[in-house]
């Protein structure tokens, strides 16, 4: 398999981490961005320690001129970019009737805005060899509502959207745009802002009871990264462990 480049929003940690080496397993060269750079650097430096082909970059996903400072950088250093993966987002709760609007503001900039310019910036340069896979990293919350995610639920129903629009605009050429929705995943920042309360409840939800790991999303961006996904365009794949398919759960 040709190696290509990948481009990894938020590959500093969690799911962004785990995605940076799947991809790099994959036989890629893996650039992993983040706006901490210090650990994107450790993300890098690891992948480049077990022989995979790898560099980091720092990009805050919020800030237009970060990102056209990085993809600059891509264009110049690469002259390509055939991956993108979206991962980097942001997520705070509060109850709707309280929701701050600057709160709101940043999740849209950052969660739906920043991947809009991102994969315009990618796109150009898929285009140039007429190939390319755009993956958004969506969330349940994008197609089920949950107490308190107004802005992040809505922010990612938003970019399942924006990940249809791509995938109908840019197919002829050559690069499709799809997205994975994860369910509740084990990761630093999960163990770190659900509550003991949140944590019972989408156990409650998930049919084998557990939250899932950074790995398994990893897995499916792959596939969707890969060669054989030709055929798979503009879809929103939960990986959820049945969360979204699952209704009464005990009797």
């Not at 082909?53 to 950088?73: K, M, P, R, W």
């Not at 796109?123 to 992040?152: K, Q």
């Amino acid at each position: 398999m040709e190696r290509r480049i990948a481009f990894v929003t938020g590959a500093g940690a969690g799911i962004g981490a785990a995605i940076a080496e799947r991809l790099a397993e994959d036989g890629h060269h893996v650039i992993a961005s983040d706006r901490d750079v210090d650990s994107a650097k450790e993300v890098a430096a690891k992948l480049t320690e077990l022989g995979y082909s790898a560099e980091s970059l720092a990009l805050d996903v919020g800030d237009t001129t970060s990102i056209d400072a990085a993809f600059d950088q891509v264009e110049r250093e690469h002259g390509r970019c055939d991956i993108l993966v979206n991962n980097a987002g942001v997520a705070t709760t509060f109850d709707f009737l309280d929701f701050p609007v600057d709160h709101w503001e940043r999740t849209l900039r950052i969660n739906v805005t920043g991947p809009f310019h991102c994969s315009r910036r990618a796109a150009r340069l898929m285009r140039d060899r007429n190939w390319g896979r755009i993956v958004n990293i969506s969330s349940v919350s994008g197609l089920r509502a949950g107490v308190g995610r107004t802005a992040y639920g809505t922010s990612k129903s938003a970019l399942n959207g924006l990940t249809r629009q791509i995938a109908v605009e840019l197919a002829p050429f050559g690069i499709t745009a799809n997205a994975v929705a994860p369910g509740p995943t084990e990761t630093a920042l999960a163990r770190e802002v659900h509550t003991q309360t949140t944590r019972d409840e989408l156990c409650r939800l998930l049919p084998g009871g557990q939250y899932g790991s950074p790995a398994s999303i990893a897995a499916a961006v792959s596939f969707l990264a890969s060669e054989g996904a030709d055929f798979v365009n503009g879809q929103v794949l939960p990986v959820d462990g049945g969360m979204t398919a699952a209704g009464v759960l005990r009797i």
